[in-house]
């Protein structure tokens, strides 16, 4: 379904949708040392991964669970060794779906409940590109990185 607002969901959940968008992007990703021996701007660092699925064996689909949200981002905060409360910028997904919101805002809230509030800005390059498809989370990664590169947290469009 399209957005009969006009505009999707964000971390706000002012949207009602995705709306449908093109993008196309490209990460150049080195070791640190190899980046700083070339010369090379670094905008960013990958310290871990997670990937978890609930799917049946063989597929793959978005995980509608608060509980693995929040089992997968625990994993690779664990595994990166930071702690969720030193987290400032979390891009959220935003797919623009109220099952789907819903479940990303409870996760992102039960991982840093210990935060004070307004310590963690919440953002989504959805709620300004669109959904991007196979592009969507490139799109998140490089706007995160850049928002992490020049210390600034992107405004957020709300309702």
Avoid: M, W
């Amino acid at each position: 379904a399209l957005a009969a607002k006009g505009f999707a969901a964000g971390p706000d959940g002012a949207g009602d949708a995705p709306v449908l968008a093109e993008g196309l992007g490209a990460l150049l990703l080195k070791r640190r040392s190899t980046a700083r021996r070339d010369g090379d701007r670094v905008y960013a660092s990958v310290l871990d991964c997670a990937l978890r699925h609930e799917g049946r064996p063989g597929t793959f689909r978005h995980s509608l669970s608060a509980g693995h949200r929040r089992a997968v981002a625990e994993a690779a905060h664990r595994t990166a060794g930071v702690a969720p409360g030193s987290v400032g910028l979390v891009e959220c997904a935003g797919q623009g779906t109220d099952a789907l919101g819903r479940a990303e805002q409870e996760a992102i809230a039960a991982l840093h409940a210990a935060a004070p509030r307004g310590s963690v800005a919440l953002g989504s390059v959805r709620d300004r590109l669109g959904h991007t498809f196979a592009n969507a989370g490139l799109a998140g990664v490089t706007k995160a990185a850049l928002a992490l590169h020049h210390r600034t947290v992107p405004p957020a469009r709300t309702g």
